[in-house]
């Protein structure tokens, strides 16, 4: 069992929709990273998270640390959201041990 | 542009040659991060710096492989003698350390290396 899964795998959505991409681990962390990619591109740091709830414009993070388990929500979602989304967490006590999901690629058609 | 930035972006090489890729961090951050990244792979750890310092250094870089940031500034990474596994995005990352973790992680777009 992988220590960080994300789920869906797989996403495909219509323009508008409301999109959630969950991710769970089962390790300490003293972080969380969601983080998107683009076919062929570099990685985009959207959210850093240790507790609560952040919001940037139509995307919203969340993490409960006791249920060890993160969402990523994107509200009136568009076909430039369209990309990988990837979940990590910084091992606790660790300064560079990252743990990756495997990612959720998302497809949003018009 | 104040983020960070890789370069070259793209590299096609001969087997055997060697290459060399720079990353600039954001200037503040005294935290740099290179990663390796195949395809439909995630990225996999190969070391950091805090300041000029190397304090980690994944089993997955080779002899083959260094990395340098003399002045805490800029860094770069080399690779000799390149093989054709070494085909993959090199991701550079920087973040500022804040009491408790590593803060935000930024990365730059990648530098993708081809090796023929």
Known sequence: ?110 | DTGVSQDPRHKITKRGQNVTFRCDPISEHNRLYWYRQTLGQGPEFLTYFQNEAQLEKSRLLSDRFSAERPKGSFSTLEIQRTEQGDSAMYLCASSQKTSGNTGELFFGEGSRLTVL
């Open chain 1, 1 to 110: 069992k992988n220590e960080v899964e994300q789920s869906p795998q797989n996403l495909t959505a219509q323009e508008g929709e409301f999109i959630t991409i969950n991710c769970s681990y089962s390790v300490g962390i003293s972080a969380l990273h969601w983080l998107q990619q683009h076919p062929g591109g570099g990685i985009v740091s959207l959210f850093m998270l240790s507790s609560g709830k952040k919001k940037h414009g139509r995307l919203i993070a969340t993490i409960n640390i006791q249920e060890k388990h993160s969402s990523l929500h994107i509200t009136a979602s568009h076909p430039r959201d369209s990309a990988v989304y990837i979940c990590a967490v910084l091992l606790m006590d660790s300064n560079y041990q990252l743990i990756w999901g495997a990612g959720t690629k998302l497809i949003i058609k018009p």
